[in-house]
């Protein structure tokens, strides 16, 4: 069936770099918006990235802004998150979501753990 | 503190009906389709209402969604052990240029 799996979380300390994976597969990735959502240790979620069906547009949460960077390879069925400069506050599970034209999260992955701590 | 505003819990009995509210502005519920998102204990979050009132195949009936203006509820009836988990409402920000989630609404089954 549709499936989105997430990897690349770990532990790193506070100014560092990871770099999330989402590998799609059993749908047409180029098809469809992806979006990284986030969710910190007991609470709710948190959009974090949205980018298009060709990257050729991108936003991002202002907690992220400027630190975060999507990207996604149609061809490898794959989308990324860049994080640097990271913080405590960033600590999460991050999931990737397949999103329709209208905002809609319709698959999700299962999620990647990041945790941000000296 | 969330962009939408959902009750941080609620609960019900076996058989009973229960509803959740979500409550936004203009620039999202108000001008956007709401959607509504099932996470069970432990696993990742599941579309459980698409545009405002859709079931994705596979949701049985007892789950509904509408909403009026700046406002959106979703309703389970029949109410069921299984349906113990967190609920979240989303939807478009148009100021934000992305979308915006409920805090989210603790469902107990007594």
């Known amino acids: 069936q549709v499936q989105l799996v997430e990897s690349g979380g770990g532990l790193v300390k506070p100014g560092g770099s990871l770099r999330l994976s989402c590998a799609a597969s059993?749908?047409?990735?180029?098809?469809?918006?992806m979006t990284w959502i986030r969710q910190a240790p007991g609470k709710g979620l948190e959009w974090v990235s949205y980018?298009?069906?060709?990257?050729?547009?991108?936003n991002y949460a202002d907690s992220v802004k400027g630190r975060f960077t999507i990207s996604r390879d149609n061809a490898k069925q794959s989308l990324y998150l860049q994080m640097n400069s990271l913080r405590a506050e960033d600590t999460a599970v991050y999931y990737c979501?397949?999103?329709?034209?209208?905002?809609?999260?319709?698959?999700w992955g299962k999620g990647t753990t990041v945790t941000v701590s000296s | 503190q969330s962009v939408l505003t959902q009750p941080p819990s609620t609960s019900g009995t076996p058989g009973q009906r229960v509803t959740i509210s979500c409550s936004g502005s203009s620039s999202n519920v108000g001008s956007n389709a709401v959607s509504w998102y099932q996470q069970l204990p432990g696993t990742a979050p599941k579309l459980l209402i698409y545009?405002?009132?859709q079931r994705p195949s596979g949701v049985p009936d007892r789950f509904s969604g509408s909403k009026s203006g700046t406002s959106a509820s979703l309703a389970i009836s029949g109410l069921q052990s299984e349906d113990e988990a967190d609920y979240y409402c989303?939807?478009?920000?148009?100021?934000?240029?992305?979308?915006?989630f409920g805090g989210g609404t603790k469902l107990t089954v007594l």
């Open positions: 545009s405002n009132d």
């Open positions: 980018i298009s069906r060709t990257s050729s547009s991108t």
């Open positions: 979501a397949r999103t329709d034209d209208s905002g809609n999260m319709d698959v």
């Open positions: 059993r749908f047409t990735f180029g098809d469809y918006f």
């Open positions: 989303a939807a478009w920000d148009d100021s934000l240029n992305g979308p915006v």
